[in-house]
């Protein structure tokens, strides 16, 4: 298995909602991401889980929180987010760490805040 | 401000014809990757280069690393519309990046 799932595919949801972002992999990848994308610009990366726990944090605005329950599992909870907040958000993994190993991602969420 | 230029940012050609993006860093790259992502679609990796110089080909794709280890370029050859979409590099400087990108439609 050489895929990434996300879930949901797309999400609207007002600037006073709670959602979460989730993302899966079954390849026995150690490192997973999460990256931002506007239209027609791209990837940012966000957040970097190495073994689990948090490595990067690219400045990210702390409405929104990461958390990786599990070697196979990436969440990012989502509150009170603004409308310039809205893009399509990927999820990746990797082998291990960023350098050195091709990413694989995930079709993403494209995300609407209203 | 972003670390990895590109260019050209778009391209448009005729079926049939050659392509060249490249890639351009102000500071030296431990290693460069391509990613190409189709109009909707995701990244995927297409390669990675390491060695200052090094020159890798897939097919119809040369790929090339720069001796500086500060620029790439990526060449196809006799483009056809399956080659259609955006064309990133990314590597690590300091900080991982992504290139700006160049978008490629191929006119058939």
């Known amino acids: 298995d050489t895929e990434v799932t996300q879930t949901p595919k797309h999400l609207v949801m007002g600037m006073t909602n709670k959602k979460s972002l989730k993302c899966e992999q079954h390849m026995g990848h150690r490192a997973m991401y999460w990256y931002k994308q506007k239209a027609k610009k791209p990837p940012e990366l966000m957040f970097v889980?190495?073994?689990?726990?948090?490595?990067i944090n690219e400045s990210v605005p702390s409405r929104f929180s990461p958390e990786c329950p599990n070697s196979s599992l990436l969440n990012l909870h989502l509150h009170a987010l603004q409308p310039e907040d809205s893009a399509l958000y990927l999820c990746?993994?990797?082998?291990?760490?960023?350098?050195?190993?091709?990413?694989?991602f995930g079709p993403g969420t494209r995300l609407t805040v209203l | 401000g972003q670390q990895v230029m590109q260019i050209p940012q778009y391209q448009h050609v005729q079926e049939g014809e050659d392509f060249t993006t490249y890639c351009n860093s102000s500071?030296?790259?431990?290693?460069i990757q391509w990613y190409k992502q189709r109009p909707g679609g995701h990244p995927v990796f297409l390669i990675q280069l390491v060695k200052s110089g090094e020159v890798k080909k897939q097919k119809r794709l040369t790929f090339q690393f720069g001796e500086a280890k500060k620029n790439s370029s990526l060449h196809i050859t006799a483009t056809q519309t399956t080659d259609v979409g955006t064309y990133f590099c990314a590597g690590t400087a300091g900080q991982f990046y992504f290139g700006t990108g160049t978008s490629l439609t191929v006119i058939p």
């Open positions: 990746a993994s990797s082998q291990r760490g960023l350098s050195y190993n091709e990413q694989f």
């Open positions: 889980y190495s073994y689990e726990k948090l490595s």
């Open positions: 500071t030296t790259l431990s290693n």
